[in-house]
């Protein structure tokens, strides 16, 4: 007699779950029926429908761990590519802005120590800054703050513009601040180092002042890029 032994099954991710066992059907010679011994088997097979076999699971959460390995090193490997990529276009900015001003780390230190130095003394600006508990910690935070900004280094990481809204800054802080920052510039660093800096602090000042009367309810335009 010809025998028919039929699989039912499902995908589960990218391998195939088998829910029975093959299925017999034992046909009598030319009359399409069932034989006892096929009724027989197929009752018994007929309680295994649904069952999801526990090697056929075991394969199928092995395929998917491996597909899902191999996405997480794809995405790891490309995020690494653009953080590289990144990098180098930072260092090709850095020397550029060198090569172009001649400024160095040990300038912008000399610049900001001295700066600050007469900023703490100021009879305006003093008090303001009088909230700082730490000045060593302090400089080291407003040294990579400046490299960042004139020779895209990187180096800091933070929100100075969340820092400085709550101390209430008006437009006299502004002038002062520039005041003293562009005179030390142009004694601190050659003509093309300074007209960086100050161009840079001009566009800080005017941000950081918008800002906080943005804040205070009010609205101010920018002025100190105009500075002559």
């Known amino acids: 007699m010809p025998t028919f032994r039929g699989r039912i099954g499902l995908m589960v991710g990218t391998a195939q779950v088998r829910l029975c066992p093959p299925y017999d059907t034992d046909q009598g010679a030319g009359a399409g ?25 075991e ?8 597909n899902n390995e191999r996405k997480t ?6 995020l690494k590519a653009e953080r ?14 060198i090569e172009r001003t001649g400024i160095t780390e040990e300038m912008i230190g000399e610049l900001v ?12 600006l003093g ?16 040294k990579d703050f400046w490299s ?19 101390l209430s800054l008006v437009g006299d802080h502004f002038d002062r601040w520039l005041d003293l920052f562009e005179q030390t510039a142009r004694e601190v660093c050659p003509p093309p180092a300074a007209a960086l800096f100050i161009d840079k602090a001009r566009r800080i000042a005017d941000s950081f002042e918008m800002a906080s009367a943005t804040v205070s309810g009010s609205i101010a335009a920018p002025r ?5």
């Open 84 to 97: 590289e990529a990144a990098a180098a276009r930072r260092n090709l900015l850095t020397q550029d802005a």
């Open 148 to 166: 960042s900004v004139v020779l895209m280094s990187g180096r800091y990481h933070g929100s100075p513009m969340r820092a400085h809204l709550p």
């Open 113 to 124: 120590t001295r700066f600050y130095g007469r900023v703490r003394e100021d009879a305006r």
């Open 224 to 228: 100190h890029v105009l500075r002559s």
């Open 33 to 57: 029926l069932e034989t006892p011994a096929a009724q027989s088997r197929n009752l018994r097979q007929d309680k295994d429908v649904g069952r999801i076999w526990p090697d056929d699971v």
């Open 127 to 142: 008090p303001v800054f009088g909230i700082v508990q730490n000045w060593d910690e302090h400089l080291a935070k407003l």
């Open 73 to 78: 090193k794809d995405m790891s490997d490309r």
């Open 59 to 66: 394969r199928a959460a092995r395929g998917n761990a491996g």
